[in-house]
C-alpha cells in the first residue's frame, strides 16, 4: 500500500500547518491562502483530560477534508480509553494520518491495528515528559512519528532545550532498527530561529503554526523553509 507520505519529498523539510493557528471564524478563507504552501494540513484533537482544552471534532474535520488541497493529519491528543474509538471517528472523517500518543499504550497499539485494517497512516507522538524508549512498541508500525517540542496544548510556548536532541536521537535509534522511511515531526516552539536547528537534528516536517499564518509574505517565508536542505544524519 502507497501511502501520502510517501510520495512527499524527502529533499526538503514539509511543512506540515497547524490549523489551531488559523482564524477559525474565516478557517476555509486561511486554508486557502496557505493551500499553494503547505504539504500537509495539521489539525490537533485534544480531550481537555490528556491536555488542558477541547479541540477540533471528527464533523468539522469530515468538512476541512472535503475542501483541503493537502493531506490531512489528526493528531489525538486524548486519553486511552476513547483513542480507539477517536481513531477510528477521524479516519471516517477523512483523515489521511492518524496520530496517537505512545502515552496511550495498549490502547495506542489497537488504534494503529484499526488504522491499518481501514488502509490509513498511522502515527505516534510522545510528550517532553516522556523518555523515547515509550515509542520503541510503535515505530515498526507507524508511518511518522510527531516529538512535542513544548508542554502538550499549551499555544505559542517556546522550543525546550531538550527538543533538538531528542529529534537527533530518535533519527539515530530509526536508522538503526531500518526504519529510515519513517518521517519525523516537530510540533511545538516552531520559530525562525528553531526551525534550522530542528532540521539539522533530522526533522523532515515541522507543525507551523505562527509561523506561516502570521507570514506578510508566504512566498519569501516558505521558499526560506523549503532551502533548508537535505536533513542531517
Known amino acids: 500500500m502507497t501511502l ?13 500547518i497547524s490549523l489551531w493557528s ?13 493551500a499553494p504552501y503547505g504539504d500537509i494540513l495539521h489539525v490537533d484533537v485534544a480531550d481537555a483530560r490528556f491536555t488542558p482544552g477541547f479541540l477540533f471534532f ?4 469530515a468538512r476541512i477534508a472535503d475542501v483541503a488541497q493537502a493531506p490531512v493529519h489528526v493528531h489525538l491528543m486524548t486519553q486511552g480509553d476513547i ?11 477523512g483523515a489521511d494520518l492518524v496520530t496517537v500518543h505512545a502515552e496511550t499504550g495498549a490502547e495506542g497499539l489497537a488504534a494503529l491495528d484499526l488504522l491499518a485494517a481501514r488502509g490509513t497512516a498511522g502515527g ?38 531538550e527538543a533538538v536532541p531528542r529529534i537527533r536521537a530518535l533519527r539515530q535509534t530509526l536508522a538503526a532498527q531500518g526504519l529510515g522511511r519513517v518521517r519525523v515531526a516537530a510540533d511545538g516552539g516552531i520559530r525562525d530561529t528553531t526551525v534550522p536547528d530542528l532540521r539539522a537534528a533530522g526533522a523532515d516536517t515541522v ?5 506561516a499564518f502570521g507570514a ?7 521558499g526560506w523553509l523549503r532551502g533548508l536542505g537535505v536533513q542531517e544524519a
Open 83 to 93: 483513542v480507539v474509538d477517536q481513531a477510528r471517528q477521524f479516519a471516517e472523517a
Open 216 to 222: 506578510d509574505d508566504l512566498a519569501a517565508r516558505f
Open 124 to 161: 505516534v507522538a510522545l510528550t517532553l515528559d516522556q523518555p523515547l524508549a515509550a515509542l520503541d512498541p510503535f515505530l515498526p508500525r507507524v508511518a511518522m512519528v510527531t516529538l512535542m517540542g513544548t508542554r502538550i496544548g499549551i499555544k505559542g510556548a517556546g522550543l525546550d532545550p
Open 4 to 16: 501520502f507520505l510517501d510520495t512527499l519529498p524527502r529533499t526538503r523539510l514539509l511543512a506540515e
Open 207 to 211: 507543525v507551523m503554526g505562527s509561523l
Open 22 to 34: 488559523a482564524d477559525l471564524l474565516n478557517l476555509e478563507r486561511d486554508m486557502a491562502r496557505i
Open 58 to 61: 471528527p464533523d468539522l474535520v
